[in-house]
């Protein structure tokens, strides 16, 4: 694999590290907020994002780590304390209510696209809407070879 030489590539790659580090240490973070050093908090995890920073860019790069998790932890922190002086919840936009107890959430799911070899897509199948084209017949026929083919084998294989 050949390593990242652009400076612009480097930095989205270590912003992807840092987030990471923050979003899967959300306990350390909160805890290291509290006690008013975040980066003596996840200290350890950050140096291995570093190392793997490292080992996916060229040398003249790697300084570019430190400035980026120093821009990133500033601005978590300071989105902590605008949502504790807004008294907004972390996770929800503001115009977002918080849910009523007792009443379900609303389901959301992914609008069915188009698949590329004109199958219908999973979602399509799951509630009917398949458009039934010889396609779709066509890989099930396949399918179904496939498994006498295999069955077909063993059987010859054992019996001779």
């Known amino acids: ?5 652009d ?3 480097a930095t989205r790659l270590a912003r992807a590290v840092v987030s990471d580090v923050l979003l899967y240490n959300d306990e350390k973070v909160r805890a ?6 975040v980066l003596g908090a996840v200290a350890a995890e950050l140096d291995e994002g570093r190392a793997l920073f490292l080992s996916r860019v060229e040398p003249s790069l790697g300084e570019l780590f430190d ?3 120093a821009e990133m932890l500033e601005a ?7 949502q504790r002086e807004s008294g907004a919840h972390p996770y929800r936009s503001s115009s977002e209510a918080a849910p009523r107890q007792g009443v379900p959430l609303p389901i959301q ?3 069915p696209h188009p698949s590329p070899l004109g199958m219908a897509s999973s979602s399509e199948r ?9 396609t779709d017949l066509s890989w099930l026929a396949l399918a ?5 083919a295999v069955g077909l084998t063993a059987w010859l294989w054992l019996r001779f």
């Open 109 to 111: 799911c992914c609008v």
């Open 126 to 134: 799951r509630v009917g809407r398949s458009s039934g084209t010889s």
């Open 67 to 69: 400035p980026v998790a």
């Open 32 to 37: 290291g907020r509290a006690g008013g050093d």
């Open 76 to 82: 978590s922190d300071e989105r902590a304390v605008d």
């Open 1 to 5: 694999m050949s390593r990242i030489n």
């Open 7 to 9: 400076p612009e590539a």
């Open 144 to 148: 179904v070879l496939a498994v006498l």
